[in-house]
């Protein structure tokens, strides 16, 4: 009788050992989800808040068009490096803004012919 109890003592015990890893595992997984959302969700309000900012900042300036000449010797650096703004984060977004507006595909501007530039004021 004695061994029959010790081996049921046995038993539960290795039930209540399996039971105890199991609620860690599960606790572990609820804790490493629940940061995981907060890290998520933290990243969200930092990324609408820089973009808010942004769009605030460029609300506070107004974005203008004006046509140039294009003189000898011109480029789009050169022109960039004229009417780009605080508002472009590089010289090269500033290029590409004046390629997009202007529909040009390559670098190449024509002396003489017009461009259209934008800048902030």
Do not use: P
């Not at 769009?55 to 022109?79: A, F, M, R, V």
């Amino acid at each position: 009788m004695d061994i029959i109890n010790k081996e049921h003592k046995y038993l539960i015990k290795q039930k209540q050992r399996k039971a105890a890893k199991r609620r860690l595992m599960i606790f572990l997984a609820t804790l490493t989800l629940v940061i995981g959302g907060c890290a998520a969700y933290g990243g969200f309000l930092l990324g609408t808040h820089a973009s808010a900012k942004s769009e605030e900042t460029q609300s506070l300036n107004k974005k203008y068009y004006t046509s140039i000449e294009i003189q000898k010797g011109d480029s789009l650096w050169s022109i960039a490096q004229v009417y780009m703004t605080d508002e472009y984060e590089s010289i090269h977004d500033y290029i590409n803004e004046l390629k997009t507006i202007n529909s040009l595909e390559s670098d190449y501007i024509n002396e003489s012919g017009f461009l259209t530039v934008a800048y902030y004021m």
